[in-house]
């Protein structure tokens, strides 16, 4: 009775043991095969993704980043590759990555700014030249006269543009004030001597520029007209000896021209958004001066070299 009841113990657990050993094996391929190579592309694509486009990161720069808000849109997109994995690869520059959203941020650029542009825009603000005027002409007594000295300007602006980037119109208001004088050794009246004569004149200008540059460039180059209005004129003359002294308002005699005209030409510099650098040449075109009995100062004309500052408003 006892050999009976252990044959079928020893032949039951016999056949499973081979079967575990084999599987074994293959639970270890299993892993291997089922772990793809990392893409290091892939976590880009996933930013790119529609429904990642549009998130707006809430954490502050220099801190770590928070969770995205996901903003769904119905939008659809078109991505077409700029460049392959070998190539960023290959190079030993730096990557900058771009990223589109809809809401402007404090690092938002625009399209002028990726490409480089500068484009124009309306804007208003004061500015001041300062600089040497010169008188000059014929004196009538077929001398050629020139009053040399200071002077100065200061006013309003405003640019209007005409295109994007390249053309605008500039105009504005100019409180200006030239101070001349020279030295002559002349006969007036019958006394031989050393003649001192000196102009201080008080004028409101209205330049009338058009102002041209490149796409890329701050720099800018402007050319026009500019009417000025007389307001004040004194003329001076005085003997070395001060036996002779004559000053006379030339406004008030009629012997000042009301308006004069000038060619402009300049250019400047915008170095920031707020300050800019001029430099400007006028040319007067008229003479000032007619019917003076006193002394021979018909047919002069003015011109200016003056360097200044440019304040914009925006």
Not at 63 to 80: G, I, L, N, Q, S
Request: glycine share 6%; hydrophobic share 40%.
């Amino acid at each position: 009775m006892m050999a009976q009841e252990a044959a079928p113990v020893e032949t039951a657990p016999v056949a499973p043991a081979p079967v575990a050993e084999q599987a074994a094996p293959a639970a270890e391929v299993a892993p291997a095969q089922a772990a793809p190579a990392e893409d290091k592309f892939t976590a880009v694509e996933q930013e790119l993704a529609p429904e990642n486009l549009f998130n707006e990161p809430t954490a502050v720069r220099g801190e770590d980043a928070a969770k995205p808000v996901v903003k769904k849109t119905t939008k659809k997109f078109v991505y077409r590759p700029v460049y392959s994995a070998s190539e960023i690869e290959n190079t030993s520059g730096n990557v900058k990555t771009i990223y589109v959203t809809e809401t402007a941020t404090a690092d938002t650029i625009d399209m002028d700014q990726l490409r480089g542009l500068i484009p124009l825009k309306f804007t208003f603000g004061l500015q001041g030249f300062i600089g040497n005027s010169f008188l000059s002409g014929d004196n009538g007594r077929y001398e050629y006269d020139r009053y040399s000295g200071l002077t100065w300007s200061i006013g309003a602006f405003a640019l209007f543009p005409l295109d994007e980037y390249n053309m605008a119109f500039k105009t504005g208001v100019l409180f200006e004030h030239d101070k001349v004088s020279n030295s002559y050794s002349e006969t007036y009246k019958e006394t031989f001597g050393e003649y001192r004569f000196s102009f201080s004149q008080y004028r409101i200008s209205l330049p009338l520029l058009l102002s041209l540059k490149s796409a890329k460039s701050n720099v800018y180059f402007d050319v026009g007209v500019q009417p000025s209005f007389a307001v004040a004129d004194k003329f001076r003359m005085k003997s070395s000896d001060k036996s002779v002294y004559i000053k006379d308002d030339m406004m008030d005699n009629d012997c000042r021209s009301v308006i004069d005209w000038s060619i402009v030409f300049g250019f400047g510099i915008r170095a920031n958004r707020y300050i800019g650098f001029d430099a400007r040449f006028t040319w007067g075109i008229n003479n000032q001066y007619d019917d003076y009995d006193v002394w021979s100062i018909n047919n002069l004309s003015s011109k200016s070299i003056t360097v200044g500052a440019t304040f914009y408003a925006f």
